[in-house]
């Protein structure tokens, strides 16, 4: 039974255009150097003849009749007074002359082996791939490049050095293009293969130019400045050398000048060509422009970044875009995008006019194209009428414009509020970083958006600039609002779990207002609440006859009803916190009714709140909930203020000194090591060397030392510091942090070993030879406060360097890495029933994942979270064993 | 004889023939054809070691086999491939 299998394209055959074809397909003999005449005609035979097509609108070709439009342009041709060579194929040109013979044209190997190669080359049975038959024919021409006498004929062959860029050498006389040609024209048809060459479309002396092909003018059209001068293409300018020395070659050839004379000529002719095709060629002078630019011919056309490749085939532009600035705008919503006006106004919709939306299209046309006022209302540009033909809408025509329009019109509308765009940042490395937003259009120049949405893009404020494209389409519109939307992309399809949440300030602010349930005087409660979309107010409490508001109540007014969750905050674990109460976070029927607030419950990708709050109430409340929290964070944070400075970690003198204590015993004990070590006291740890064993003796005890300073100053820092709320919130930084920049920054590794390259045994020429102590291998015992010795500083920078240098090479490895996945996978889709299919349908696999789940819809990549189904159908009597 | 069997390498999933009267149920409770399927090809090592097995005897192309393997999301994945030749 056979099974058919689907197929590709199974192979691309690449020719040479023989003189013929060149010939054969030229509309016109080019013969004159010129372009146009005085009055701005085209010349005759000349390189802008009409009969290679025609770029000025209303002249029609002179070979197909064709206008601008229709007339694909036509190729015409130039007859070499002498043959040179292409620079394409200097390489093939080489290797062809040093394999063949140069006398019979024959491959210069017997032919006993000649019929061997051709054996495998023509099995049929056996068909090679084309890897393998290149290897034959460069074995084919390695092998015959070695031999000297030709085994056909007997004759004595020369060794071929290739000059470059284009001159062959046959012990030290020059063999013209003339020469190589007659000697390839002697090659059989019949060895052609094993030269790797398809005798049916090439034949080696192809690859000598005697005729050459004039692209048509479509090709290098003719530029006219707004002064009515006319400018040529580089190309335009590249024929009219080679045209202009080709004749100069040819008179001189024919009335019979001296040698010298037609060799140099000969030499600009293949000096043209060759800079004709590519003007980057390896020791040839670039042709240059009268202005010193050098000129953009073939190669430099196709090649590089704005090449043909890469700038017009990968890449496009698009219209309906904008890009600028961004910065941060709290009180958007996550969905929302902050446009500025001056952009709004050149972003349009086109709307055609129907019953439904015609007085409202007329008032948008009435406003005109916009005007400057405090409020923004959007205006028109353009209306296309019925028959497609275009009104700029001005201040003076818009009243009557608006009148005059029928159903039917296209209006093309400025952005308003509301609108559904693309909001996008580079690198586009997942599918979040290009989301739907609603727009609002405000004042000043930069897009703005919920800090929220920093993480999905991987946004900051430091300079970033960022895309924005309008949907032009109702389906478009529906479309990305169904799963484009911010609020559809909460959960992330890498782990399952929110990847939006509240960042830096936002968790401090709400750590603050829900650490110890701190009471709040009602005013400035008030105020804080107004910052929120809420409807009600919390029931104040009140102390010494002045009331107040509880933090925890003014939180729980942004918690959805009835949410009943308790988990473990970042406090838990801590023994900081005296009660030991504030890191177990109960909320019980929408109240916080313990526990502070922090990046366990509203952080991104671990904010247990936030993803429950997304399971249960889904993205819409989610999205709500978030929106809110910014708001209250920034309430709060405007009424408390927030600082923190070098000062905040000061510590007491005691602490001074007992941190200076830790240090130098932590040197000391490190002493004692390196003395028991060299006393022969240390013992071998399994799998270690005595060196090894004593490098991680080292390191632990020096690592000790960290942990105690780390220990000494969360001791003498409080919660009353504003760098200890941040770190023990988790908004930014840790206590590690606080330790290096009050107490000891510690050990400085390379590759997680102890300093220890440098000079001949020491690190630095500040240290004895053999000094292995704690200072010579890289340890700092001052804090980043106090500042480092310069030996400190030293290391210090050497192993910082290592964290930069592992970032760099990180991330354009992964990136590769990922292009190169994106490109394997890009074709594949998922069909209804839940199948990966590729383009031809073929199966990858019978279900998505194999199990079928989407991970952005999952509970931390599994497809039910049977704990919290439990839970709310049972309530917490049947509380799992999980986590 | 080779001497080990690659079929009881502990990497290697479990791989089933299946008999010909069978194949149009599992295509059909698939919703698929035999050429949308994966391939395999009969020199593979498996396949030539299915082939040893006894009560099997050669293998042609388009016979289908069936394998069994552990799958870190659904836990047993049972996969189809097509038979080619070559």
Redesign the interface.
Known sequence: ??????KGIEELKFALLSPEEIRRMSAVKVITPDTYDDDGYPIEKGLMDPSMGVIEPGLKCKTCGGKVDQCPGHFGHIELAMPVVHIGFIKEIYSILSSTCSNCGRIKLPDSNLKEFFEKIKDTANKLSDIEYDDIVSEVESDASEVVICPHCHFENQKVALDKPTTFREEGKKLTPKEIRERFEKIQNDDLPLIGLDPKVARPEWMILTVFPVPPVNVRPTITLETGERSEDDLTHKLVDVIRINQRLRENRDQGSPQLIIEDLWDLLQYHVTTYFDNQTPGTPPARHRSGRSLKTLVQRLKGKEGRFRSNLSGKRVNFSARTVISPEPFLSINQVGVPAKAARELTVTETATEHNFERLKELIKNGPGRDEAVYKPGVNYVYRIDGSRIKISEKNSAEVAEKMELGWQVERQMEDGDIVLFNRQPSLHRMSMMAHEVRVLPYRTFRFNLAVCAPYNADFDGDEMNLHVLQSQEARAEAEILMKVQENFLSPRFGGPIMGAIHDHITALFMLTYRNPLIPLETALHITSYIDVDRTPEPVEVDGKRYLKGRDIFSLILPEGVNLEFKGKLADKSLDPNGTEGLIRIEKGKLVNGAIDENAIGQSKGALLDYVLRKYGNAEGAKFLDNLTRLAAGVISFTGFSTGIDDEDVPGEAKAQLREVGNEAVQKVEKLIENYRNGLIGMEPGKTLEDTLESMVMKTLSQAREKSSEIASHYLGMDNSTVIMARSGARANMMNLAQMAGIIGQQSIRGQRQHRGYTNRTLPHFQKGDIGAYARGFVSSSYKEGLNPTEYFFHATGGREGLVDIAVRTSRSGYMQRRLINALEDLKVSE?G?V?DTE????Q?EY???G?DPSRSFE?DSVDVDYLVKEMFGTKYEGGKK | MAKYNILMHEMVPEHWLVPVKEEENILKSLGVTKAQLPKIRRTDPVVKTLEKAPGIGEIVPGRIIEIVRKSRTRGIAKIYRTVIGE
């Open positions: 039974m056979k099974v058919e299998i689907s029933e199948k299919l349908d073929s199966i990858i019978l994942g194999e199990d789940t990549g």
